[in-house]
């Protein structure tokens, strides 16, 4: 693979070929927001909110920093009015959902955005899909997954696959941007009693087992 080289706010950069303009920017040291990317997980392009501006070929255009390839010569910036704007607008869709989440609210307050600008509809989820894919690709448990589309989408634990697989395990509950009780809120009603078999022999022995084992954060 050869080396590209890009500039990312008026500054050179030589980032390996296939690499993202994410990826380029944070070795760099340049901070671009972001809700849904992990760096063991594949670019998914979810919240948006790391939306940059890149001159390419005589065009400007707004991409997903998480998603876009690194180009040779490409010219990227990453704060900008048009930009601030974008990422105002779309972290006040996202906490009509999750108003209480501390990673937007931090947001929020660096780029003004309004928590009441948009009527409440306090699902929790924003849709960034982190608990989904960390399942998928990170533990191969498919465990969970979105159901329905657009503004009806939620997230959703496949009770067979949960009650064998997520209550000793629950490594997607500190992934998500709206804090833990989300997705505890939904694994509370999904997930069912492990099987006898299957259950620890200090939660077996005994039906009012103080442990750990089983409970939500
Ligand atoms: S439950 Fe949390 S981690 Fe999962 S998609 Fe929704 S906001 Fe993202």
Partial sequence: MSDILLQIDGREVTVREGATILEAAQSMGISIPTLCHHEKLEPY??????SVEVDSRGRTSVVAACLHPVEQDLVVRTRTKKLERIRKSLLEMMLAHAPDSEALQELAQEYGADKARFEKDASFCIHCGLCVRYCAEVKKKNALGFIDRGARKEICFIPEIASRECWDCKECFPLCPTS????AFVLSKALIAPPEDEKPACCASSSSCACSHGTLP
């Fill in 45 to 50: 392009g979810g919240c948006r909110v790391c």
């Fill in 180 to 183: 833990a009780l989300q997705a």
